[in-house]
């Protein structure tokens, strides 16, 4: 048995790898294949076993006229592998990868739809695309959402499950105590800079309030720039995912509000919501978003408009001068732990759908 991921973004995230990881441990005769595009030359060494298809042509990040070009070259090369390959299990990543396979007979193989994020952008752009989305979903075996909230706006006559990206990690942080100063930390991809400097206007001047900031990409060296000057700002660059844990159990809250005006972001839960739930550590999300909603009624975190700097430090001075409020967060959230499944059980449930599937298609 042949199963080939296509994801466009290089380096596959962590979300893809546990998903071939986890299929290869199920499905230990199965061969396993990458096909994706390295636009700017990072492949270096991939998953031992693992056999990779890399599209090269070179298309900076941020560069939609790079990407456009690129784009026909890449639907060209996808389209080769497909017929060359022949795969038995085709996992097509995000949206906009459902479109290398038009013009390809996948009708004797099982193609499964990781909806990674839901089309966005203005309303008569995201539902030309939501057409274009459907029309796949009508055909392919079937969608797996990265959020549970996603099934509110899919239609349900389409094969779907939820597998969302929860953390691997079982532990939790049992000495939790909020510390002066109140230490929030952001960690992940540096992007939205607007939201972030907004988050550092809201410290500023505040000794009992420190702001750590572990990650880098494209808005690392703007958010340096900004903080330069401020000691209660702490920028400490790129880090590997095995160190997440120490973050959080130095953690008092961690930043996980997004840019709420997208529509997508009123729908999808991030990595930090489920990493929250393990380490107990209380988030702080952007309002108007499913997942504020569920975090709030649930007590396990709170809410900010992410735009509103002025917002944003009323938040943070209320959590470092009312600790409580901030403990009791944290004992909601070692409840919680409870209700949550966990990524193993849910691949499980997974598994038994593609089961399915294939005992149907043989």
């Known amino acids: 048995m042949r199963i080939l991921l296509i ?26 294949h990458v096909l994706t595009w390295d636009r ?40 080769t592998v497909l017929k060359e390959l022949c795969p038995d299990i085709i996992i097509v ?15 004797r193989q099982m193609v499964i739809y990781e909806n990674l994020d839901a089309p966005t952008g203005p309303w008569l752009g995201r539902k030309f695309l939501n057409m274009i989305e459907r029309h796949f979903m009508r055909r392919i075996a079937l969608t797996v959402h990265a959020s549970r909230f996603y099934t509110d706006i899919y239609p349900k006559r389409y094969p779907q499950y939820v597998l969302e990206n929860k953390p691997t990690i079982n ?23 607007d939201i972030l400097q907004n988050l550092t206007d809201a410290v500023r001047g ?9 990650g880098g990409g494209p808005d690392f060296q703007t958010l340096l720039t900004y903080t330069k000057g401020m000691p209660n700002v702490v920028c400490t660059g790129p880090y590997q995912y095995s ?34 739930i393990a380490f107990g550590v209380p988030a702080i999300f952007a309002e108007k978003t499913m997942l504020a909603s569920f975090a709030t009624e649930k007590n396990i975190g709170c809410a900010v408009d992410p735009y509103d700097a002025k917002a944003i430090e009323a938040l943070l001075l209320h959590m470092a001068d009312k600790k409580e409020t901030l403990e009791a967060m944290h004992h909601a959230l070692l409840a919680q732990q409870k209700e949550e499944t966990s990524w193993e059980e849910d691949f499980d449930g997974l598994m038994e759908q593609i089961t399915k599937l294939m005992h149907k298609q043989s």
């Open 7 to 32: 994801d466009e973004a290089y380096p596959l995230n962590t979300r893809n790898t546990k998903i071939l990881h986890s299929l290869s441990k199920r499905l230990e005769r199965a061969e396993t």
């Open 40 to 79: 700017q030359g990072d492949f270096k060494e991939g998953e031992p076993g693992w056999n990779y298809h890399i599209y090269t042509q070179a298309a900076a990040y941020g560069n939609k006229w790079d990407k456009l070009k690129g784009l026909f070259g890449y639907r060209k090369f996808c389209r």
């Open 93 to 107: 990543s995000h949206w906009n990868n459902l479109l290398m396979l038009s013009g390809v007979d996948y009708r």
């Open 171 to 193: 532990t939790t942080n049992a000495s939790y105590a909020p510390k002066k100063p109140l230490r929030i930390v952001y960690l992940g991809n540096i992007r939205y800079i």
């Open 206 to 214: 505040h000794d009992h309030l420190q702001l750590l900031f572990h």
């Open 243 to 276: 160190q997440i844990e120490d973050f959080y159990h130095h953690a008092d809250i961690i930043w996980a509000a997004y840019p709420n005006r997208d529509f997508n972001v009123r729908y999808a839960i991030s990595n930090k919501f489920h990493e929250s």
